[in-house]
C-alpha cells in the first residue's frame, strides 16, 4: 500500500503577496535561497529585499506607493530599486508548497499582487542590463568540424536499413502537403527573439500577435509570453488590438538608434 500525505491547511488564513517580477530578479533570487532539500523551518531565510510603504497622512487622496530595495551585496550591477503596482482585482488564488515532493501544503492566502518594474530612476540601467543580456544569447557557441579521409563512413546506412533507403531518388515518394494548421514552430533561444522583437518595433511601433507570429514564424503562446514582458497591449484607441513597446524599452530602442 502507498503511503499519502493530506494536504496541510495549518496556514490557510496566512495572508501572503504575490508578485510578478523580472527575469533577472528571479534568477537572482533563486541562486541566492536555499533549496528546498536543504531547508528546515528552523533556519533564517535570507535578507534578499525590503518593502518601502511611501504614504502622505497630511493628504487623504494620496494612493500609498510601494517600493522594494534589493539589499543582499550579491546582486551586482543589477538595478536595486524596483516600483510595485498593485493590482486591485484579481482571481482570489492561494500559494501551495512541496516539502521534498512529498508534504503538500497551503502557505497562504494571496491578500496583494503585485507587478515588481524598475523604479524611475533605474529604468536605464535596467535598460541597459536588458541589452547586455540580448547581446549574451545572440553569441553562437556551435563549433562546425571538418571530418578527413573519411570515405563516407559516417554517411552509410545502419545495418538492417538497407532494403528501407531506395538509392534512386525518382522512386522517393513526396511528403503528403501539411496542413497550416498542422505546422508546429520551434522555438528560437528566448535572448535572440527578444532582440528580433527590439528589430521590428524599430521599424513599426505597432503589431498585432497574428503579423509578430509571421514575421518571426514562432509559437503564439511563446511570443505572448514575450509580449507579456516587453510590450503594453492596446485595448481601445485607433491602435486596438496592437502591442507597442513598453516606455522602458521604447526608450532604450530610441537610444540605441541615435547612437548608431
Known amino acids: 500500500m502507498e503511503d499519502s500525505h493530506e494536504l496541510d491547511m495549518e496556514r490557510t488564513d496566512k495572508r501572503i503577496w504575490l508578485m510578478k517580477c523580472p527575469v533577472v530578479v528571479a534568477k537572482t533570487w533563486e541562486k541566492l535561497a536555499p533549496s528546498s532539500s536543504s531547508y528546515s523551518s528552523s533556519d533564517s531565510l535570507p535578507n534578499l529585499a525590503k518593502v518601502v510603504l511611501d504614504v502622505d497622512l497630511l493628504r487623504p487622496d494620496y494612493s500609498p506607493e510601494f517600493t522594494m ?49 524598475p523604479h524611475g530612476e533605474n529604468i536605464e540601467e535596467y535598460a541597459r542590463l536588458c541589452r547586455e543580456r540580448t547581446s549574451k544569447a545572440m553569441v553562437k557557441n556551435r563549433q562546425i568540424q571538418v571530418i578527413d579521409n573519411d570515405r563516407g563512413v559516417h554517411m552509410r546506412p545502419m545495418p538492417g536499413m538497407l532494403g528501407l533507403v531506395s538509392s534512386n ?3 522517393k515518394r513526396k511528403p503528403p502537403p501539411v496542413k497550416q494548421t498542422e505546422v508546429k514552430r520551434t522555438r528560437r533561444d528566448r535572448g535572440e527573439l527578444e532582440a528580433i522583437m527590439f528589430k521590428l518595433f524599430e521599424g513599426q511601433p505597432n503589431w498585432t500577435l497574428k503579423q509578430l507570429v509571421q514575421e518571426t514564424d514562432q509559437p503564439a503562446q511563446f511570443l505572448k509570453e514575450i509580449l507579456n514582458e516587453l510590450c503594453v497591449y492596446n485595448k481601445r484607441g485607433s491602435n486596438q488590438g496592437t502591442y507597442e513597446l513598453k516606455p522602458e524599452y521604447k526608450k532604450s530602442a530610441e537610444d540605441d538608434a541615435g547612437g548608431q
Open 69 to 117: 530595495q534589493m539589499v543582499a551585496a550579491e546582486y551586482g550591477n543589477m538595478p536595486k530599486c524596483y516600483a510595485l503596482n498593485m493590482f486591485k482585482d484579481f482571481v482570489p488564488m492561494e500559494a501551495f508548497s512541496e516539502t521534498n515532493l512529498v508534504y503538500p501544503a497551503v502557505e497562504g492566502n494571496v491578500d496583494h499582487k503585485f507587478d515588481m518594474k
Open 169 to 171: 531518388s525518382k522512386e
